[in-house]
């Protein structure tokens, strides 16, 4: 069974912070994904990284997969308001079946 | 474009009974997949469709099925429903399927057990 697991779990920073979110494994994965999901929402793709070593940047966000795409992370550079969310990591090797990490529950405060 | 679209938003049943759920994926796409969402386990793999069939299952008992049908849209069915059966019932739908692909989330069904 693959398993990821996402550290912190729960995040509380003031506006103007910055804060890295962690997604670790022991499997290796051909593709991690991150979502953002609002309340009664479903989740919203942020980016997909497949390349060992990668590294992609979404305006303040950066995401990296670890060179054995085993492990990534989100970094915000200078958090907003509005970053605020439940953010997932989710690795894939087949088809559409992701395993999902636990999620950090982000909260940013103005 | 429409997005994927989940019915009912919200569904209220008794511990026994039996739930359908239904799945529109955005227009074009051929491939289905469900998760269930608890604040205990997470989001969980349920099951993927591609072109009408079953390409991967998740480990959950066999009260749980789906199906898709010939306009790529898909049911999920779960029988003789159980407490813990009370969760977020989130479909997703892509293009094709690849470990690669973007998937498109709907909103969930909030299933309530009683």
């Known amino acids: 069974t693959q398993l990821l697991e996402q550290s912190p779990q729960f995040l509380s920073i003031q506006e103007g912070e910055n804060l890295t979110v962690y997604c670790n494994s022991s499997s290796v994965f051909s593709s991690l994904q991150w979502y953002r999901q609002e309340p009664g929402e479903g989740p919203v793709l942020l980016v997909t990284?497949?390349?060992?070593?990668e590294v992609k940047k979404l305006k303040r966000l950066t995401f990296q997969f670890g060179d054995a795409r085993k492990d990534s992370s989100l970094h915000i550079t200078a958090a907003q308001p509005g970053d605020t969310g439940l953010y997932l990591c989710a690795g894939s090797n087949a088809g559409n079946m992701l395993t999902f990490g636990g999620g950090t529950r982000l909260m940013v405060k103005p | 474009k429409a997005g994927v679209t989940q019915t009912p938003r919200y569904l209220i049943k008794t511990r026994g009974q039996q739930v359908t759920l239904s799945c529109s994926p955005i227009s074009g796409h051929r491939s289905v997949s469900w998760y269930q969402q608890t604040p205990g386990q997470g989001l969980q793999f349920l099951f993927e469709?591609?072109?009408?069939?079953?390409?991967n299952k998740g480990n959950f008992p066999g009260r749980f099925s789906g199906r898709q049908f010939s306009n790529s849209r898909s049911e999920m069915n779960v029988s003789t429903l159980e407490l813990g059966d009370s969760a977020l019932y989130l479909c997703?739908?892509?293009?094709?399927?690849?470990?690669?692909?973007?998937?498109?989330f709907g909103s969930g069904t909030q299933l309530s057990v009683l």
């Open positions: 997703a739908s892509s293009l094709n399927r690849g470990y690669a692909e973007k998937l498109f």
């Open positions: 990284v497949v390349t060992g070593g």
């Open positions: 469709y591609f072109s009408e069939t079953q390409r």
